[in-house]
C-alpha cells in the first residue's frame, strides 16, 4: 500500500501547482492523508475525490474545523496510524503530540514546515513539511509511507520552481 503524506498546503484554492504537484506525487497513491493548515475548504473537497484522510490545522478556517476533527487514528493494513496537526513552537512539537495517541505504529504530524522521518520509542514520527507553504529550510516536501512488511517513510523534495500558487 502507497500512502501520499502532505501538510501545511496554505493555499486559497485548487492551483494548477497543486493539480500537478498531486498527479506527480501521488496518482498511485492507494490513500492520501493532510496533516492539516490546508487553508481553504476548496482544498479539502478537492481532496476528497480520492481516498482521504484529514485533520485541521491551526490555521484553517472554522468550516474546515467543524468538517474535520484535530486528530484521528486509523489502521491501513495492519498499521495504526495516528494523524495530527500539531501547535506551538516547533522544538518540541514530537514531545506534545506523543502523548495524543496510544500505542500507533506511525503519528504523521505537520504544522513545523520541517520534514521528519525517524523512529522514537518504536514510533515512527513522520512529517512531509510543506509542499505549497512557506518552507522555513527552503526546501518544499511530500512524504511517502509504504505499508509492505512494516512500514516506511520517505520525503521526497520536490521541484517548486515554475509552480504558480
Known amino acids: 500500500m502507497k500512502i501520499?503524506?502532505?501538510?501545511?498546503?496554505?493555499?486559497?484554492?485548487?492551483?494548477?501547482?497543486?493539480?500537478?504537484?498531486l498527479e506527480r506525487y501521488f496518482s498511485d497513491a492507494d490513500v492520501i492523508l493532510h496533516a492539516g493548515d490546508f487553508v481553504s475548504p476548496e482544498i479539502v473537497s478537492f481532496l476528497s475525490e480520492w481516498e482521504f484522510h484529514g485533520v485541521h490545522g491551526n490555521m484553517d478556517p472554522p468550516e474546515i474545523?467543524?468538517?474535520?476533527?484535530?486528530?484521528?487514528?486509523?489502521?491501513?493494513?495492519?498499521?495504526?496510524?495516528?494523524?495530527?496537526h500539531g501547535w506551538g513552537a516547533p522544538e518540541d512539537l514530537e514531545e506534545r503530540i506523543w502523548g495524543e495517541f496510544g500505542a500507533v505504529d506511525v503519528i504523521v504530524y505537520g504544522h513545523s514546515h520541517r520534514s521528519a522521518n525517524h523512529l522514537r520509542g518504536g514510533t515512527l514520527f513522520f512529517n512531509p513539511g510543506t509542499a505549497m507553504g512557506y518552507a522555513l529550510?527552503?526546501?518544499?516536501?511530500?512524504?511517502?509511507?509504504?505499508?509492505?512488511?512494516?512500514?516506511?517513510?520517505?520525503?521526497?523534495?520536490?521541484?517548486t520552481s515554475g509552480l504558480s500558487r
Open 4 to 21: 501520499g503524506v502532505i501538510s501545511d498546503t496554505h493555499l486559497r484554492k485548487v492551483t494548477d501547482a497543486f493539480r500537478h504537484l
Open 65 to 84: 474545523k467543524q468538517s474535520l476533527p484535530s486528530k484521528k487514528v486509523l489502521e491501513l493494513e495492519g498499521v495504526k496510524i495516528g494523524l495530527i
Open 137 to 159: 529550510t527552503g526546501i518544499h516536501s511530500v512524504g511517502i509511507l509504504t505499508v509492505e512488511d512494516g512500514i516506511r517513510g520517505e520525503i521526497i523534495d520536490i521541484e
